[in-house]
């Protein structure tokens, strides 16, 4: 499934702080979080061709800005070249969008960055 390959290809950047949905408390920084945004099946006339477009969005989350811009462009140079899995393929990833936020509660800098995938199931 795509969390697992996600949460596999991110790993090493963050040194495993990579979590589903949201960041657990005193979680240390830098940090990922990731979500699926939407998944659409594709239909032909004769039903669903096995393939769908889902849309997943990464939050890098950092104390500096900079750190958090870096942090994103090693995710976005990551899952550019995304591919693989056991019960699917994926077989092209893009990046739909990315923008730079901060959390003036925590102090914390978020830039989410959205990418697309094309997936054929196997």
Request: hydrophobic share 40%; proline share 5%; net charge negative.
């Amino acid at each position: 499934m795509i969390p697992e390959a996600l949460y596999t290809a991110l790993y090493g950047i963050v040194l495993g702080r990579c979590y589903p949905i949201k960041l657990p408390e005193r979680v240390v920084l830098p940090a990922l979080t990731y979500f699926q945004v939407s998944g659409v099946e594709n239909n032909t006339h004769d039903g669903y061709d096995g393939t769908s477009i889902n849309r997943w969005q990464i939050s890098c989350w950092a104390r500096t800005y900079k750190e958090a811009k870096e942090l994103a462009e090693q995710v976005k140079q990551q899952l550019r070249t995304f591919s693989g899995g056991i019960v699917y393929i994926v077989e092209k990833s893009m990046l739909g969008n990315e923008m730079d936020l901060y959390e003036p509660d925590t102090g914390i800098y978020h830039i989410p960055v959205e990418f697309t995938f094309l997936i054929k199931e196997v």
